[in-house]
């Protein structure tokens, strides 16, 4: 059985930037896309960034060009690098390996202004 484990959360100033890395118990991200999700207290989860096996990548139009998803197919490993943190990215925020139900526990994310 997959596991993912994220990593790399916390609380930081507005303007300020995380780095997020989810790392899989097996090579699972070199066959299929891998998506950060995200959800906000009251709100649905929401599709934050993914990058498919050939590295093409597709992100929210709320992070575009602050954010960036990498993958590490050695280290069996996807990375979300957050720039220019607001407020408004605060969440807790989930890998996914896929589009079943191979999903991380959540690391949360605070935003402060």
């Known amino acids: 059985q997959v596991q993912l484990v994220e990593s790399g959360g916390g609380l930081v100033q507005a303007g300020g930037s995380l780095r997020l890395s989810c790392a899989a118990s097996t090579s699972i991200f070199r066959i299929t896309v891998a998506g950060w999700y995200r959800q906000a207290p009251g709100k649905q989860r929401e599709l934050v960034a993914s990058?498919?096996?050939?590295?093409?990548?597709n992100y929210a139009n709320s992070v575009k060009g602050r954010f960036t998803i990498s993958r590490d197919n050695a280290k069996n490993t996807v990375y979300l690098q957050m720039n220019s943190l607001k407020p408004e990215d605060t969440a807790v925020y989930y890998c996914?390996?896929?589009?079943?139900?191979?999903w991380g526990q959540g690391t949360q994310v605070t935003v402060s202004s």
């Open positions: 990058i498919t096996t050939d590295g093409s990548t």
């Open positions: 996914r390996a896929g589009v079943g139900s191979i």
